[in-house]
């Protein structure tokens, strides 16, 4: 308890999802433990959304689309760097599906990103070329949606990049931190915090809500 939640304030999770964990194809360490935190998260928010990693295969982030390049490695693209992945999230694969333990029944709007051959998506509001919008910004306005409450997969990439557009975008920006897991490469976790401090991102506990 702490922070006292208002009607319109709305919890964004972000890509629980079978490849994000345990066993998965981008497994992030103890992915899996934060589902059932963001199923109790659930319960105290009358808005939820939930993002889904949705690549077609051979998508332009899979290292195995690259000739010599190896996953976690970094190149250039057209529109900026990106970091080379395993293959992961493939739509309609198991490893694309939500955590089986994951409660979906109450959430009003699913927002799949990712989806463009060419172009990666870590945020939920901005393709990574920082110009395609997702169209979230405008659903969430259009419903009078207000404060955005950040939990999900993964801490330093797309939870990172979600809460820092919507700053961008004239949200207010909360991020549950012990609701979420780092997949932590070479160091993104603590750049991300430090940027998301400094874009004024409210880094919160879940504890503050529960
Ligand atoms: C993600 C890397 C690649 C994420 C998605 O959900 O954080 N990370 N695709
Ligand atoms: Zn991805």
């Known amino acids: 308890m702490g922070l006292a939640l208002k009607p319109t304030d709305t919890l964004i999770v972000i890509d629980l999802q079978n490849d994000f964990c345990p066993g998965g194809a981008l497994a992030v360490n103890d992915g899996d433990t934060i589902v ?3 199923n109790r998260l659930q319960q105290q928010f009358r808005h939820v959304v939930l993002t889904q990693d ?4 051979g998508h332009i982030s899979f290292a195995s689309a690259h000739p010599d390049k190896q996953p976690f490695e970094l190149i250039q693209l057209g529109y ?9 999230c493939v739509q309609a ?12 029944t109450r959430a009003e709007l699913m927002v799949r990103k990712g989806y463009n051959p060419q172009v990666d998506s870590y945020s ?3 393709d990574n070329d920082h110009a395609t919008p997702t169209g979230l910004a405008g659903a969430l306005r259009e419903r009078g949606l207000g404060r955005l409450f950040f ?10 990049y979600s809460a820092v557009d919507a700053v961008a975008q004239g949200f207010e920006a909360y991020v549950i931190e012990d609701a979420c897991r780092a997949i932590d490469l070479h160091g993104s976790k603590a750049a991300a915090k430090q940027t998301m401090v400094e874009l004024g991102v409210h880094l919160i506990s879940s504890d503050d809500l529960l």
């Open 36 to 38: 059932p935190l963001v």
């Open 54 to 57: 949705w690549h077609p295969a």
């Open 80 to 88: 900026g760097p990106q970091v080379l992945w395993p293959d992961h």
């Open 93 to 104: 694969s198991t490893g694309a599906a939500f955590h089986p333990g994951l409660e979906t």
């Open 124 to 126: 939920a509001f901005l």
């Open 151 to 160: 939990c999900g997969l993964a801490y330093d990439y797309c939870v990172f």
